[in-house]
């Protein structure tokens, strides 16, 4: 249960990351600097790393009911 509740938190923390990734990339659009800035590619780490914990996060339950069941 301790990694379940770890998980989360540090899901909602690079979800934070993330937005502000994502804003300070459009700021940098807005500005109208080049697309081949590397602000533009920030947001695609935390959002990797988003992907693995919400795909983690909505298993869980399957993965508890299969093993309470057998």
Do not use: C, D
Request: proline share 6%; net charge positive; hydrophobic share 55%.
């Amino acid at each position: 249960m301790a990694l379940s509740k770890w998980t989360r938190s540090f899901h909602r923390w690079v979800s934070m990351l993330f937005i502000a990734t994502v804003i300070a990339a459009t700021v940098a659009a807005a500005t109208g600097q080049s697309t081949q800035n590397p602000i533009f590619y920030l947001p695609l780490a935390p959002l990797f790393v988003l992907m693995i914990t919400g795909l983690y996060m909505f298993v869980l339950p399957y993965v508890r009911r299969r093993a309470v069941t057998e």
